[in-house]
């Protein structure tokens, strides 16, 4: 087939109660990407990106890095890993080498089924679209299992349709009558839940207790309070060897008992603040501050020392700008997004993705008190304090893990890195 590039394409805001109205337009030449707000929504509504683009009616380039082109926050809608893979795959199916595909092509063929309120149009006409019809989760499990360890080349076209979501893993974005768990949608009908269900392989680092280590890791960070999203287990078919598969409901969408799900707007750190998520481009001192500024209090920012601190004692070291997000209310005010994608993950040569004021790993006591500082805390000993708080909590790792089934020489490897990461960060809490 004949494949012309996208130059245009209208930028369109889900609200939460299912309103959608047109942000504005962007267009590309041989110059790049320009955006430019529509004088409607300039009038009535409030910036999508505060520090990215400015609020104004003028024609706005992007610049070129770190977001392949685009304003880092219609970046935020494209999905990269896993979602980009399927949609390689069809656009391969059309004849089109990925490397002919622009960032505005892959918006277009997102069109509305990526993260957040925002939506593209006019979409690619061979993208699959979601019918709204009921199918197996469990089909729909085994299928992305398939396609992620190179057993088939064939791609149901649910499974793109649902694949539209960042990260490297097997997952899709599904719906469901409440309650009902088994059987799912790719697109909504009146009524329907919102969850991002993760798949397992064999391939991924732990194996098929994937899902059972982060829901320990998410139940943990919920007794800490610091809000993690709802979750639960959804049963694996045994052919797939996972216990359960860990179904997260999506925060980005507003359940409404009689009508569709309407949409909050989410902005990742990498898209606010065009940090790099492939490479150390992200400090928790940077993290914050703008949580303080854009959330306007302390309470955001305290928020966000506690998950870092979270993080370091439980060696979620997979903790980039991708990983951390804003979301925004019809109003316009912010909050920082539910703490997401929380779980075990050392990192190369046991460094941090975000750094904590300057550290990428054992940060002193002198950059852990500067970071407590700029959350507002107006002593060390008030937020060791808080942090004695997030300890306690992980001090039932073990626990929670055997409970729900993560087996136990898996528990024990990761006590014994929990552990050691105490014993090298004991400093902080002597």
């Known amino acids: 087939m004949s494949f012309s590039p996208v130059r245009r394409l209208t930028v369109s805001r889900t609200f939460s109660t299912g309103q959608q109205v047109r942000v504005g337009e962007l267009a590309q030449n041989r110059q790049g990407v320009f955006f430019q707000y529509d004088a409607d929504y300039l009038a009535q509504f409030s910036s999508i990106s505060p520090y990215g683009l400015s609020w104004d009616a003028s024609l706005q380039l992007a610049p070129r890095d770190p977001h392949g082109g685009l304003p880092g926050v219609f970046a935020d809608s494209l999905p990269d890993g896993w979602g980009l893979l399927l949609m390689d795959r069809v656009f391969r199916q059309q004849g089109v080498l990925p490397a002919q595909v622009t960032p505005m092509d892959r918006l277009a063929f997102v069109g509305s089924g990526g993260s957040g309120a925002l939506s593209y149009t006019p979409v690619v006409e061979f993208a699959p679209v979601g019918d709204g019809q009921s199918l197996g989760v469990a089909e729909l ?79 943990l960070a919920g007794r800490a309070g610091l809000q993690p999203p709802r979750w639960q287990l959804l049963p694996a078919p045994g ?36 940090a790099d998520f492939r490479a150390p481009s992200l400090d928790y001192e940077d993290l914050i501050k703008v949580s303080g500024q854009l959330c306007r209090g302390v309470a955001a920012s305290r928020l966000q020392f506690l998950r870092a601190v979270f993080n370091l004692f439980a060696m979620n070291q997979d903790d980039h700008s991708k990983n951390w997000a804003f979301l925004q209310s019809d109003e316009g005010d912010w909050r920082p997004a539910p703490f997401y994608d929380v779980t075990f993950s050392p990192g190369r040569f046991g460094e941090h993705s975000t750094a904590y004021a300057g550290f990428g790993k054992k940060p002193p006591l002198k950059a852990m008190q500067k970071l407590a500082a700029d959350a507002g805390y107006a002593t060390w000993q008030q937020a060791r304090c808080d942090i004695e708080g997030v300890l306690d909590a992980l001090a039932g790792f073990s626990a929670v893990a055997a409970e729900l089934g993560v087996g136990g020489e898996t528990v024990r490897l990761i006590q014994r890195q929990l552990d050691e990461t105490y014993r090298q960060n004991s400093e902080l809490v002597a």
């Open 239 to 274: 052919e797939s060897g996972a216990r359960g598969w860990l179904a997260v409901e999506r925060f980005d969408r507003v359940w409404r008992a009689d009508e569709v799900p309407g949409c909050l707007h989410l902005h990742s750190a990498c898209g606010l603040l065009d």
């Open 141 to 219: 499990g085994l299928q992305a299992q398939s396609v992620f360890d190179g057993q088939t080349t064939e791609v149901l076209a649910e499974l793109v349709v649902a694949g539209s979501s960042a990260g490297a893993r097997p997952k899709a974005q599904l719906y469901f009558a409440p309650g009902d768990y088994g059987v799912c949608r790719t697109r909504a009908v009146a009524g329907d839940e919102s969850w991002l269900v993760k798949f397992t392989s064999a391939c991924l680092p732990m194996g098929h207790e994937e899902g059972l280590c982060e829901a320990a890791y998410l139940s």
